[in-house]
């Protein structure tokens, strides 16, 4: 009989240690049963996943993944938090944005849990005079306020700073960020006559005189919006900072002085893994940076839900991609979060999605306990390891932008966009074939939903870099089949033909059905073709009943008036049959097709 020791904890402390190559044999093994040949490492890549900057995600990762030190919370390089204490003091910063000159939703706001107010001004949002109005009845001394005004900085920051003195505000009491930014206004408008004298003045006068304000944002939303991969979204970011330190050190600033004026603003995605390990990269980018020109200090750091993420089919999944990303804003270390209402890409969200919106981050801070560890994924070696590769792919994104020129040269010779074109591309043949599903939409679509209408809200600044969504491709199918539905009554139709019992064609049945709903298509599975009102038609079943009755099958529906018959499953010699459908296949191409022989435009 063993005798436990003391503690009772050592249970398998007779155990060996497993080794690395153990556990690749028995991956190979799994590997074997199902035709792949590999052994050894090729055994674990063959269960690794490519990311986007060249990253790959491995199955196991251990001790013997190494990745520098990432030092401690608060201590350069700042990987693991800027501040030494983290979030743990009262949670992260809980920011709202506002569009609207809406006084009411912005205090319902800060009486049920935001910290502080993003209010955009000017083109896509409201006009500087209500700014006044706006924050009536607000306590700026103890509510920041962040800016966005793209052109219009100067007179919304001398309006807002009007705004301290009427109100008595002592100068050290006022917190915030005036919002300049240049750099990501000629991003989002192609504008790039913006006189940056004026956000020098700025930014001196905030160093000196208002120690609680910074005058600048970097915002890497402009590139993260154009579909650009974190990487991209890094190294856009650090280019635009090293552009502000010159052109700040050039007005006279100190370079102490000018990195304290620079807050960064970021996507949380939800893919919480990459952005935990954006954000730490990003400290660390930035802290190289820094003691590159001799400043002190980490970077501060706005996160925000993805605009790219929300879908506007089936608006209430945003909720949940919401929290996701949020979860991993939070555990990056970000000081300050904006969670973006479910309905965001609906119009102006009404005041259901604005409370849900800052009820996320409080669940995740009081209820969830997240800020109560400083760096929740340090030490994990998949984070750690991430956060290098993508510190390193960052980093080179940079030096291809400073060869270039710097941001403004990189910009205006459009190689910015080419870059971040290329990577949307490569990623929307993944959404197109489902390789990327998305929720509601290119999966399990909800064709009977009712659409959620919201008032519309201000034009955003275009004429730069576009602006791109997950959803758009099958949104343009969606809203193909919608005015077909209002013009006809109906839908267009497609029917399914299940042969056999459904143990044969059950799976196939529901791969075909989602995949037409995702470009509006109904699928009708009941009665016979002639009854179903549909101009084609869908085999549904196993390999096995498609050698016996697929030819057959598709004869008679043909006879009946088929225009087009589809197969369910890998390609193959079936007479008769027109095109096929499967998982990895162009689903935008399959469906427009569709829609287009159908005639509905």
């Known amino acids: 009989m063993t005798v436990l020791p003391d503690d009772g904890l050592s249970l398998a402390a007779e155990f060996p240690d497993a080794t690395h190559e153990q556990w690749q044999r028995l991956v190979a093994g799994v590997l074997r049963k199902s035709g792949k040949e590999v052994s050894d490492d090729a055994a674990e890549d063959a269960l690794s996943t490519t990311l986007e900057d060249g990253l790959r995600a491995r199955p196991l990762y251990s001790a013997l993944d190494s990745a520098p030190d990432p030092g401690l919370p608060g201590f350069a390089p700042f990987t693991r938090g800027g501040r030494a204490e983290g979030n743990t003091l009262g949670g992260w910063d809980v920011r709202q944005r506002h569009t609207a000159a809406d006084n009411g939703a912005v205090l319902a706001d800060l009486e049920n849990g935001v910290a502080s107010l993003w209010l955009a001004v000017g083109a896509g949002g409201f006009p500087v005079s209500s700014l006044g ?28 700073l009007r705004l301290y003195e009427e109100r008595g505000v002592a100068r050290d009491a006022a917190r915030g960020n005036l919002g300049a930014d240049p750099l990501g206004h000629e991003a989002r408008t192609g504008d790039d006559g913006f006189d940056f004298a004026p956000v020098a003045a700025l930014a001196r006068l905030c160093a000196e005189e208002y120690p609680g304000l910074r005058a600048l944002t970097v915002d890497a939303l402009p590139y993260h919006e154009a579909g650009g991969s974190a990487a991209q979204e890094l190294g856009a970011s650090l280019a635009t900072g090293v552009a502000y330190l010159r052109e700040l050190t050039g007005a006279g600033l100190s370079v102490e002085q000018a990195a304290a004026q620079l807050e960064f603003r970021y996507a949380a995605t939800a893919d919480q893994f990459l952005t935990i390990a954006k954000l730490r990269a990003a400290r660390r980018l930035w802290a190289r940076v820094a003691e590159v020109c001799g400043a002190p200090g980490g970077q501060v750091q706005h996160a925000v839900t993805s605009p790219v993420m929300t879908s506007r089919r089936d608006p209430w999944v945003n909720m949940l991609r919401a929290t996701v990303a949020t979860l991993a804003a939070g555990v990056g270390g970000a000081e300050s979060v904006t969670v973006l209402p479910f309905d965001h890409a609906l119009g102006l969200p009404d005041a259901f999605a604005r409370r849900i919106a800052r009820n996320t981050s409080t669940i995740l801070v009081e209820e969830s306990h997240l800020a ?37 040269a990189a910009l205006r010779s459009g190689r910015v966009g080419e870059e971040l074109a290329a990577t949307w591309a490569a990623r929307s043949a993944k959404l197109a074939k489902r390789r990327e599903p998305v929720t509601g939409v290119s999966e399990f679509p909800h064709l009977a939903e009712r659409l959620v209408a919201r008032e519309p809200a201000p034009e955003p600044p275009s004429g730069g870099l576009p602006r791109v969504r997950r959803d758009e491709a099958y949104e343009a199918l ?11 009554g109906t839908r ?24 037409f709903q995702a470009g509006g298509i109904e699928p009708v599975t009941e009665g016979t073709f002639e009854d179903s009102g549909a101009t084609e038609a869908c085999l549904c079943s196993s390999d096995a009943l498609y050698e016996e009755q697929a030819a057959e099958v598709t004869a008679s529906l043909k006879s009946a008036g088929a225009a087009q018959v589809f197969l369910a499953g890998r390609p193959g010699q079936y007479s008769g049959v027109d095109a096929y459908v499967f998982a990895g296949c162009d689903a935008v191409a399959v469906l427009s097709a569709t829609l287009d022989r159908m005639g509905v435009s």
């Open 492 to 515: 267009p139709r497609i029917f399914l033909a299940a042969l056999g019992p459904a143990a044969a064609h059950t799976a196939r049945l529901t791969f075909a059905s989602n995949l």
């Open 133 to 160: 109005p706006v924050l009536d009845g607000v306590y700026l001394d103890l509510a920041p306020v962040v800016l966005e005004a793209g052109r219009e900085v100067e007179p919304a920051a001398r309006e807002l």
């Open 478 to 488: 969606r809203a193909r089949s919608d005015a077909h539905l209002a013009a006809t």
């Open 372 to 408: 109560r560890v400083i760096d929740p994924a340090g030490g994990s070696w998949y984070v750690e390891r991430l956060t290098d590769e993508l510190a390193h792919a960052g980093w080179e994104f940079f030096q291809r932008i400073e060869r270039e020129g710097g941001q403004a």
